[in-house]
């Protein structure tokens, strides 16, 4: 097998041999290190500042009482529902755009936030329901809209720029829908309405990082195996079909498991824009591999995410502004220049 400086090609004992693309792996890699520092310098940061070695010094069990308290209880859990929920974004956000052919198909632009916003809004406002329900109303509004799209974008079937154009129409009824909702609030669940629709970490805890783990540790296996037919419906359905794979099997198991995704992590962390949208195609840049870019996606998410909470606190102090506020002005500005370049490049 012939190889460049980007790819080799590595043997396996059983005789299998597999393309490693070189750069690819180096990206994730410099991606999960740079999430990591990002999290030990996140935990450190706050009203009760502890040096990156003291934080470092505690999570191995060797840090004093009040360390172990503030960083075990109070920061760790908010730093990994940050780590979960960002590489939950952008490896759904690299499914969507994949299986769409197209860098809007986010779920961001689709809906799905709004959609998951939605179910939280209901439980919230018609039920007052407690942090549980909310979460179980934002997975099922999720889950609801992913199917609502998928069904009327169907026509013998999914084509990337349909299933964009029918997410676009459902954010849009959703987003009323969202309006409407609130109108009908009170003052107090419309607060507690608007602080979840904004998009937080404030207050995470335990309760948030075991389920959403659970369902990172079975879907991202199951997306990574089917990484070679996902790459093989960016060529189109009936080259696909030729090389034997299982088109709509292939990519009804893929939107199943975006969706999941998306809405477990706005169930999470409530709908945080724009890293879905914004950390696939960083990813491609840095990797400058075609194809969906999984894994590297999944690991800019998470640094994506952590970096961002760590900003809203070094700047504005801690829980004063919103983790969700800083990804919607960085990705709203990157979503601006992404359409410049796709306009200049004839592309829309």
């Known amino acids: 097998m012939t190889t460049n400086r980007a790819n080799r090609a590595v043997r396996t004992p059983g005789g299998l041999s597999v393309r490693l693309d070189v750069r690819a792996c180096t990206v994730v890699v ?164 608007v602080v979840w629709m904004t998009g937080s970490l404030s207050g995470r805890d335990w309760a948030q990082v075991w389920p959403l783990l659970a369902l990172c540790a079975v879907v991202v296996p199951l997306v990574l195996a089917n990484a070679r037919g996902l790459r093989m419906l960016e060529m189109g359905d009936d080259v696909s079909y030729s090389l034997g794979v299982r088109v709509e099997r292939v990519r009804m198991l893929l939107l199943v498991a975006a969706v999941l995704l998306t809405a477990a992590a706005t169930a999470a962390a409530g709908p945080v824009s724009f890293v879905a949208l914004t950390a696939p195609q960083l990813a491609r840049r840095l990797t400058r591999s075609p194809g969906p870019n999984l ?24 829980d004063q502004l919103p983790v969700g506020v800083v990804t919607g002005v960085l990705g709203g500005v990157y979503l601006l220049w992404l359409l410049v370049t796709e306009r200049k490049a004839g592309r829309i």
């Not at 439980?123 to 329901?129: K, P, R, T």
């Not at 894994?295 to 970096?307: E, F, I």
């Open 30 to 193: 410099l991606l999960l290190l740079a999430a990591l520092a990002a999290s030990v310098v996140l935990i450190g940061t706050g009203d009760f500042p502890i040096p990156a070695a003291d934080v470092l010094k505690t999570l191995v069990g060797n840090g004093d009482a009040g360390q172990e308290f503030i960083v075990n209880e109070l920061r760790l859990p908010r730093v990994l529902v940050g780590l979960l929920v960002g590489a939950s974004l952008g490896l759904g956000g690299a499914l969507f755009q994949s299986i769409s052919r197209n860098p809007l198909g986010s779920p961001d632009i689709l809906g799905l936030g709004q959609g998951a916003t939605a179910g939280a809004l209901v439980v919230i406002v018609l039920f007052s329901g407690s942090a549980g329900a909310v979460t179980v109303g934002a997975l099922v509004g999720g889950l609801g809209t992913g199917l609502a799209i998928y069904v009327l974008a169907w026509k013998q079937g999914v084509h990337g720029y349909r299933f964009v154009l029918v997410g676009i129409g459902i954010s849009a009824v959703m987003t009323a829908v969202n309006g409407y909702l609130l109108t009908k609030a009170d003052l107090v669940d419309a607060a507690r309405a």
């Open 295 to 318: 894994l590297p996606s999944l690991c800019m998410g998470a640094a994506l995410l952590v970096t961002a909470d760590w900003i809203s606190q070094r700047v504005f102090g801690a």
